[in-house]
């Protein structure tokens, strides 16, 4: 990927709404009259529902102001087209905060990933419910905040990891492995997306130790999901999956040690994808233009 | 495959009991002692159950009587070791009964393996609740029998299913996308093992049309799982699975053609594997020495 | 897949040329103009060689005749665009030749899925150089052509192949595991595109017997990869591949029937790919609109 | 994995020599009779050379003294049954060197496993020919020796490197991407194995830059491949392998960032087994028990 010069600022909207003919031919040719030019165009229609979704990546006209043409798009797409569309510049680099338990695999692979330049967000800060990590986290130079959570004081400690989340100007809230459910509260009050990574194939032995449910059923391949979170518990919206073949011979532990490779990956692929702009939600499902 | 000559025949015995030192050696001291030569010996210790599990093929002396050896064997380890087992001379050939509905996709592939050499066993009829397949049943030269199904006549057409198998001499039913769910009296009157392919990654997406459930659920994996058949819906051992990744863009038909293709691969290995005896039920779980 | 009723026929095609600003607008808008509505539109920029192109599938407007639809699309990519496009209605079914040997797995595979409904063409013949599948050939139905290939008569062959081909209008000729080489003559001659599936990953074991050349090497992954063919063997633009994981245990016998999954599958897919009007080739690559 | 305490010390014997009948009686009953409890056994013969392999792991008896048995195995299996054997005691952790250039993706992601505990070994040092993960071995708290190799001084620095994996007591080498190719003197000097991660499917793509090269001949697949380093570059024993599909919309740098990942992967998974005593070299190739 070609580092963001200032005059190499690309848009990517992501566009959805009632389909109607005309609105790829729309789309393009209000770009084009501005002096943009396509880089990616990714559509999908949804026949059942009369739906169209859209991603559409252009670099506007070299003296244009990217985020005045970015202001201008999102207008026209509500006015014009009567679609709804989230606008971003690719010189964007969204705050992301990272929550872990004790497990660190995804707390490291996560942060490996930034630090190597996969990822379009710069961390923020790592909230945690145990200090295992802390240090780690202080190698990385990131702020870390240990907030134990009991059920006595959740919506207290809820309360200031909000405020955390507020100093730290996040964007993003990554759950790697963290072993707490989030309160509807939190997630009303949050203000952005979080991407959760449930250690089975979902809706395949959700909730607590998928491993063992997995083990306990005899299961010949695991798997991971990641998905954005909502009220309902693992039951939001799912971004990626992947799975392994297991046999007899793999004990619950074999299953969590093959699993942690799933779950790095498969987690990565969901933050890169959202930080990329490459996700639609609709309903509770996702389109994923990759 | 060698082709079964009778001096080259082998025997494959499936051993399961309490585990206790030396079995190992005692079962290939055994077979050595009688001029046996073992070709594969695969072993499992099931260390939180304290159980073990093993699948020997051997090569017995020359001028052994196979089946004398194999009946020594079974009497052998019931004695003196404790164990169940299970001896197959590899010159057997169990006849096959399929069940079948509409769908020809699993009904040809599987066939079309038996007549391509790859299954130890030989097909000999169809039994299947509509005609779709009858003239094809007819070009391979098979038995066809059309039993239709209502809730009505169920417990007596049951009973004709059971008379044919009885008639057939039927080791194994393979249920290649039968869409009937056989009764638990079924079960337990037909005296063999039951295969059947669920077109979807169970336990994700048990019941009726599972392709339905899952793209209502966006996954972006489906699967399919071959298991043994038990009174509890969809929820005998697991025998095999295998998976696909899907995206938004595929709609319902979509993944039923891509779930043909795993429906097709992932039965023919369930049915090969209990063909070649490398299948030990253990509980509601399977251990298959492949 | 929607059956092809003659109102609902659309029009696929497939651009390619160099890129410029304004070519996504300009081609939907030429389109909406004439009162076509765009079912799907995917395109690729190749920013290292500055090309660009696109496959577009667009309902036509009701009254209009869909052929002369796509002839003027032609016209216009060409004169206005400066762009190649080759442009096929859905209804089109080309006539298919299937090239075999004496193995018929990815035979029967095929035709099986032709006669299920999953390729948008017909099969017209079979041409093989020995007569193993002829019974089968004649059960599907299909006139079966079996000519003999010897080094002293392969001119002479070659040239009835053609003439076979020429009777039968085909315009996609498949080598099912036909285990002849075609000669650059018969390829320049034939006149419409052909696709063979080779028995490993390729590059990795191109020519011969690449199942023993995997298993002499040691692999831990076999493969098959479906290319469509050049006068240089096994060189073509790979159209699909796919792979299965082995170990020591597995022998040449056992590569070769984990092979034929694969064989069946990579090579359904590039032939289903084709005649969906999914694939550009450029150069020694294709670009594949899945 | 159990921590190993002294009382729960296994043994792992890996077997290799000419078949004959009785082996696995002969074992089992050597270890049966001093009072040993087999864990897993795992044997495989290769028919077409009459070569028997085996990975047998047991606990010997309680107050026997590990060391002493796994000599006196040894002994055994070298003068009673003709086979060369190595033994080695579950409490054993060979100590690891890993060679690495700039990349530090491999690098992470192995150190990480170590101090994970998913590796039965103990790192040792890092040997890189640049100074780019200086910083970061200094914060895993490993010693890095910065020796930079050139035409010139290759010899002399092989030399350095050879007294540094002297010093450290180094039992496996593991390059982690180290873009440098190790001289058959080095190899034949070092005294120990060394594992490669190759970032391609061997035998496709050896030599330099194959992802450039995979680009070029438009591949739908991308592989890595781990082995073990001989004289002839790229074409020692494969120990594991794995592969990711791609499409023509990946550039290099998408392979080289998709190919990291299972760079990673193929690496850890190989030198994992390697630690655990899985897998035989015989000729060119392995056999991996797992």
Chains 1, 2, 3, 4 share one sequence.
């Not at 999908?44 to 244009?64: I, L, M």
């Not at 250690?199 to 997995?214: C, E, M, R, T, V």
């Amino acid at each position: 990927m070609p580092s963001a010069q200032p005059s190499a600022v690309s848009l990517t909207a992501l566009l959805s709404g009632p389909d109607r003919p005309g609105l790829v031919a729309r789309v393009a040719t209000w770009i084009f009259e501005r002096g943009g030019n396509i880089l990616h165009a990714d559509q999908h229609n949804d026949e059942s529902e009369n739906a169209f979704f859209q991603r559409v990546e252009w670099r506007p006209a070299a003296k244009a102001d990217p985020a005045a043409e970015a202001a201008a798009f999102q207008d026209y797409a509500a006015k014009q087209l009567g679609m709804a569309a989230r606008v971003a510049l690719s010189s964007e680099r969204p705050r992301v905060a990272i929550f872990a338990s004790k497990a660190g695999h995804c707390f490291h692979d996560l942060i490996l990933r930034f630090r190597a330049g996969e990822m379009r967000g710069q961390l923020a800060c790592v909230i945690a419910n145990h200090d295992d990590l802390a240090a780690a986290a202080k190698t990385y130079g990131l702020p870390f905040y240990n907030i134990a959570i009991t059920p006595k004081n959740k919506a207290a400690a809820e309360k200031q990891q909000l405020k955390i989340l507020r100093e730290h100007g996040v964007g993003l809230v990554v759950l790697a492995r963290y072993m707490q459910i989030l309160s509807p509260e939190f997630l009303a009050a949050c203000g952005c997306p979080v991407i959760n990574i449930h250690h089975s194939f979902l809706p395949a032995f959700a909730g607590g130790k998928p491993y063992h449910q997995a083990y306990a059923r005899g299961v010949k391949i695991v798997g991971a999901t990641a998905h954005y979170v909502t009220p309902v518990l693992d039951e939001g919206p799912i971004i990626a999956q992947d799975v392994t073949h297991v046999s007899h011979r793999h004990n619950v532990e074999d299953l969590q040690r093959r699993g942690r490779d799933l779950e790095k990956v498969v987690l990565a692929a969901a933050v890169r994808w959202h930080l990329e702009n490459r996700i639609i939600v609709h309903g509770n499902k996702t389109m994923v233009f990759d």
